[in-house]
């Protein structure tokens, strides 16, 4: 059941992944409407991935920051994960 509201809800997910010292945002554009969580973002990854890469903190954004070209500008994304409270 979670992983077909998972799969519902997801519209987009970009991931960053930084060194060992830094915490992972994973950056998620949930479908309008949706009352998808963190939480319930990171049980969907355990036992799929792993551990490690399990996100610390999931951010949720209506739209990406997005180059000319169509690529998102991950620099932006980082300047956004600076903004957020901690977790």
């Known amino acids: 059941m979670l ?10 997910t970009v991931r960053r992944f930084g060194d060992r010292e830094a915490l992972v945002v994973e950056w998620v554009i949930a479908r309008p409407g949706s009352d998808l969580t963190g939480e319930e973002v990171r049980e969907f990854c355990r036992g799929r991935i792993a ?24 620099y932006r994304l980082r300047e956004m994960a600076g903004e957020l409270p901690s977790p």
């Open 51 to 74: 551990h490690y890469k399990i996100p610390a903190r999931v951010a949720f954004a209506t739209e990406f920051p997005m180059t000319v070209t169509g690529k998102v500008q991950k």
């Open 3 to 12: 992983e077909e509201t998972i799969g519902s809800n997801l519209e987009r």
